[in-house]
């Protein structure tokens, strides 16, 4: 895993406003650590700015039955979400 | 840098409860002398306009409460331009002392930590 | 690959049991962090996050009792769980002090948890090396 500058990490469902703002806000160098209704995203995740890294969280993508939907973004358990949050100079929640 | 603290509201006034939870971390942190700015993005931006009428609603201005700011010691007032644009908030509409940020991302960048209420 | 460094954490929980998923992804990472050799330095309810302190949180015996699993984790790791005094009052959460000092009927908070002033979250956002929210959704 490399340097994370800032790991953005958001809970919010694609369509709402603070999504939106996150998205916005990402920038080269940082991480997207996806979980709880933001996982939705995994279905239609062109959007994303290239060159973030895009993480999920495995329970809440499975929970939603989007594993099969999930190839643009690397699944993570809850462990690997703690190794994020130690590695990330700065940290967000949105 | 130092070590700041942005608090971002991103909620519109009195409909919702996390802005003045916002602005309570915002104050407490400038109580204990840490460096504390307010940054205000989409919905949120509305908290800065200028002659809000609270009485019929029976809750208190924000305007009023905001105006604390500088005295409690937050350091800057930060708006969205792209959320001032979209909610027609020009400078003559909106209290003093606001400074217009084209920005968010970088504003980010320059804070240690980034926080919403809610 | 480089070792991770070990972190102490303050974790925010803003969003309420049953009407977010806030307070269990929070004890999941809470548990993952430990289990990994970090330490959590505390937990901090604020706004509708401090539902979490109700004794009274009554859910049907299928579901997860999320305030008695937090206490649990709380005490089994002796990290103080404390909600926010402003938030807690607004939302009629209180202990016996606040109860006799605003002559009402009941106390609710649950064990361990205690109240007091956003001066522990500034605490935790001078002292703990990250501090982690965990807000309602949408």
Partial sequence: MTHIHVLHILNKAPSHPRSVECLSALMPGDTLLLIENAVLAVASLNEYRAGIPVFALAPDVIARGLGECSENTTLVDFAAMVDLTAQAQQIISW | MSKSTLIVIDQPPYGAWAGREALDMAFSLAAFDQRVSLLFMGAGVNWLRKSQETSEIEQKSVEKNLSAAPVFGVEKLYADAAACDQYSLFPESMIAGVVITESSSELIRQHSHTAFAG | ?138
Avoid at chain 3, 23 to 28: D, E, G, K
């Fill in chain 3, 1 to 138: 690959m480089a070792a991770i460094p070990v972190q102490n954490y303050t974790l925010v929980i803003t969003g309420a049991p049953y009407s977010s998923q806030a307070p269990q992804t929070a004890l999941l990472f809470a548990e993952a962090a430990i289990t990994a050799g970090h330490t959590v330095d505390r937990v901090f309810l604020y706004g509708d996050g401090v539902h979490l302190a109700s004794a009274l949180v009554t859910p049907p015996s299928d579901e997860s009792h999320w305030p008695a699993l937090w206490a649990k984790f709380l005490t089994d790791n002796a990290i103080p769980g404390i909600a926010c005094i402003a938030s807690a009052l607004r939302r009629g959460l209180v202990n016996e002090s606040e109860q006799k000092r605003y002559a009402l009927p009941a106390s609710n908070l649950l064990d361990p948890f205690t109240i007091a002033g956003l001066g522990e979250w500034v605490e935790g956002t001078m002292t703990s090396s990250r501090v982690i929210y965990f807000h309602g959704g949408g």
